[in-house]
């Protein structure tokens, strides 16, 4: 057999954040349109050139975006809705008023990819959406590609369109406001598959000989009749004359009863994620259908920096290769979620640095491992060489034995606090707040100054203590801010934070953080996550100072700002070797330390952040209860210690929170700060049907996007939320953090968000 070898996608906004850069001064007004394109076009050229000369037999095309690849599909299909045709703008305007939003109109809402920290648009549709090809775009990257490729690469390399799939796309788009009660975006796949139809049939006239349609909306559970769906969509494309190859891509997880169905159609490929699915293996190679079809195997980690030991690789695709038609050896998703190259980080430990892969290198490890299966001459060596480097291992490297003997000591009573009812009563004595109350979510915005001064101390033009003299004038500024406007309870700012995760992973030992190990988020919202190799503990306070700085200079409480252990283990890289909830409940332990210590400094409120709670969420129900034993546990086992009388709060936001109801309840925190404004308030009939009874602050301002609510929206908010919570447990705040935003947003809007406030409790 003949194995070759791909990528299901690459990241995109440029080993040093070209895109963001780019996209960010478009609108600035700094750059025009046509300057953001050759950007763009530079970035393009350099992925395929690279992923060529690194000798992939077939490269992804349409995987590059401005900024979400399923707000580039409802471009691309017309799925626009009226309020942003009506402003007519640009077709490139139109999109990021969707994306971000305008003074005049609302962005989409935005939510996580599956159990990712990337976000996407969410596609709004109803009964009047007539889907219509409305653009180029898939038949241009592919042509772009395909001249790049066929100059750089060895003879016979290809580029493959890619495209969402059009089961995803209807699945995860939602039915817009003005639809109707019973309207299912389902109820559009015929004429989408006939959109479908044309463009597949525009790519086998470019020269296009297989197109990628990525459906992992499939490897969570789904009904009979989205599994039915599936299955008529897939044998009407397969029976279109004229088209390319169809090559059906899942990943995340299995595909579960959604294999079979595609198995059995006449399309010609299905790719496997085999890395969160390793048993698919075995199913693989008892379905006869797939001896005549071309299997992609997913046997490369997409998602997680660790180098992947090849000899079990090989071991695993050795199996499949008497048992398909055509094997290929390929990531077990897109590269979109790991950072570029781990060459640039030159500065990491060496003994963390020799386990890693990042996209470039995981690129290098499917080639060879392609080769292996070729039986490619010298390969045997490479590989022995790989697997005989020093691996480094919490035994001998990164091992805590106090904070392993401190986690199996643990008992029930770690993670109780006094019932609910007697704390509310003691935080009221001694906070004495008023119905309605107001807050923020934590930072304020990141100023051009903050970031100088960090970049400054970074470079040793500043020392430590200017540094520190910066940070407390900023520090100074947020709370005067926030007491002449007239804020309940305030928060230092995070002047001094670099990142919600970052900050924390570089004062905890356990934790390696990169240079240039940038992820996107979304848009043009990328982070660094740092990359846990230890066992982690905290050598000494990590906010103690700063906090009890800013709450020496109000008589107002000051929430100390921390995140939560499964946050911080959801968007860093954590280390595969041991259990989830054992690293978690690691974490946990040293957050408890820095929440006793916060106390003894006086701080009355304490916010411990979780927005990554749904996001972890396993895609399958028959997983999740032991998922949120876990995480809810460590949330717990964190904040458990703190007196009756502090007041704990979470901040969750970007999901669908539905599924974890539950486990927000379950976190028995005071306070749940959520994000309700894109997604219309959804969020609070699960709240109510579900009983809770705690403080609840749906976020009514939407702070991804430039524009400032006005009070008359802000109070309709409002209004519907106390439809649902009473007016003692309802917090008025915005529904995430500030500091992607300027003051002159900012100040604005929450000048608004107290007015209403202020409107509505002397109503």
């Known amino acids: 057999m003949n194995t070759t070898t791909t990528v299901l996608g690459y990241p995109r906004i440029g080993p040093r954040r070209e895109l963001k850069q780019a996209v960010e001064k478009y609108w600035a007004g700094e750059i025009d349109a046509d300057r953001l394109e050759e950007v763009a076009s530079e970035l393009r050229a350099s992925t395929w050139t690279d992923l060529a000369a690194r000798g992939l037999d077939t490269v992804p095309a349409n995987t590059f975006s401005y900024y979400d690849q399923l707000l580039d599909h409802a471009q691309l299909f017309d799925a626009v809705p009226e309020r942003y045709r009506a402003l007519g703008l640009s077709e490139l305007d139109t999109y990021f008023a969707m994306a971000r939003g305008r003074d005049e109109v609302a962005p989409l809402e935005l939510t996580k990819w599956f159990d990712t920290n990337y976000h996407y648009l969410v596609p709004e549709l109803d009964g009047r959406t ?3 090809l409305a653009g180029d775009k898939p038949l241009k990257d592919f042509a772009e590609a395909r001249a790049l490729v066929s100059r750089v690469g060895t003879p016979g390399v290809a580029a493959r369109p890619v495209l969402i799939g059009p089961l995803t796309f209807l699945l995860l788009s939602k039915p817009s406001a003005e639809a109707s009660a019973d309207f299912e975006p389902l109820a559009l796949l015929d004429q989408l598959l006939d959109v479908y139809a044309e463009l597949l049939a525009k790519l086998a006239q470019a020269g296009a000989d297989w197109v990628q349609l990525d459906e992992p909306a499939y490897v969570q559970d789904r009904t009979a009749d989205e599994l039915a769906a599936l299955k008529r969509a897939y044998e009407e494309l397969a029976a279109l004359p004229n088209r390319p190859k169809i090559l059906v891509a899942s990943y995340f997880g299995d595909l579960g009863p959604a294999l079979p ?7 010609e490929g299905l790719a496997v994620d085999l ?5 698919v293996v075995e199913r693989i190679a008892g379905r006869p259908e797939l001896q005549r079809k071309t299997v992609v195997a997913g046997l490369i980690d997409g998602r997680n920096v660790w180098r992947t030991a090849l000899g079990d690789a090989l071991s695993r695709s050795a199996v499949l290769l008497g048992s398909v038609g055509q094997l290929v050896v390929s990531t077990s998703c897109s590269l979109l979620h790991v950072p570029y190259d781990v060459d640039a980080e030159t500065g990491l430990e060496p003994r963390v640095r ?6 470039r290198q995981k690129v290098d490890e499917v080639v060879l491992l392609g080769r292996a ?4 001459s010298g390969v045997d060596v490479d590989l022995a060489g790989r697997e005989s480097d020093a691996i480094c291992r919490p035994d001998d490297f990164g091992h805590n034995a106090a ?3 401190r986690v199996a000591g643990l008992q029930p009573a770690d993670r109780e606090r006094a019932p609910y009812d007697e704390r509310a009563a003691a935080q009221q004595d001694a906070l004495g707040l008023p119905e309605l109350a107001t807050t923020t979510i934590g930072s304020f915005p990141q100023t051009a100054e903050v970031r100088r001064a960090r970049a400054e101390l970074r470079k040793g033009s500043i020392d430590q203590a200017a540094y520190d003299e910066r940070m407390r004038a900023e520090i100074e500024h947020v709370i005067r801010l926030q007491v002449d406007l007239g804020l309940d309870v305030l928060v230092h700012g995070e002047p001094e934070r670099n990142d919600m995760v970052q900050y924390f992973a570089e004062q905890l030992d356990g934790f390696a953080t990169t240079q240039l190990g940038w992820v996107q988020s979304y848009g043009s919202r990328c982070v660094r996550p740092p990359i846990l190799y230890g066992d982690v503990a905290r050598p000494a306070p990590m906010t103690v100072e700063w906090a009890s700085f800013a709450q020496g200079l109000t008589s107002r409480p000051v929430k100390g700002m921390l995140t939560g252990p499964v946050t911080i283990l959801a968007w860093s890289f954590v280390r595969d070797d041991q259990p989830l909830a054992e690293t978690a409940d690691q974490v946990a332990l040293a957050l408890r330390d820095e929440i006793a210590d916060l106390v003894a400094a006086g701080l009355q409120v304490i916010q411990v952040d979780e927005p990554a709670l749904r996001e972890l969420l396993p895609l399958r129900e028959v997983d999740r209860k032991a ?20 007041q704990i709060h979470t901040h969750l936001c970007y999901s669908e929170f539905g599924a974890v109801i539950a486990g927000i309840d379950g976190l028995d925190a005071d306070v749940t700060t959520i994000e309700a404004a894109r997604s219309r308030m959804e969020v609070l009939a699960d709240l109510a049907d579900s009983g809770f009874r705690r403080g609840v602050g749906p976020g009514v301002y939407d702070i991804h996007s430039p524009r400032v609510p006005e009070v008359a929206e802000l109070s309709g908010l409002l209004r519907t939320a106390l439809g649902s919570v009473p007016a003692d447990r309802l917090w008025v705040n915005p529904d995430c953090g500030l500091k992607t935003r300027t003051y002159a947003e900012v100040e604005p809007a929450l000048r608004n968000l107290i007015t209403a406030a202020h409107t509505l409790r002397q109503s």
Do not use: N, Q
């Open 627 to 646: 998922y949120l034993d876990w995480s809810v546990g460590s949330f717990r086992l964190a904040t458990a210690g703190a007196p009756t009388a502090v």
């Open 373 to 376: 299966l070729r039986d490619d």
């Open 275 to 279: 890395v969160s699915a390793p048993d």
């Open 261 to 267: 169905l595609l198995a059995a159609t006449d399309i």
């Open 403 to 405: 904070v392993r003997a």
């Open 130 to 132: 007539t889907f219509r």
């Open 354 to 359: 020799e386990r890693l892969s990042f996209a």
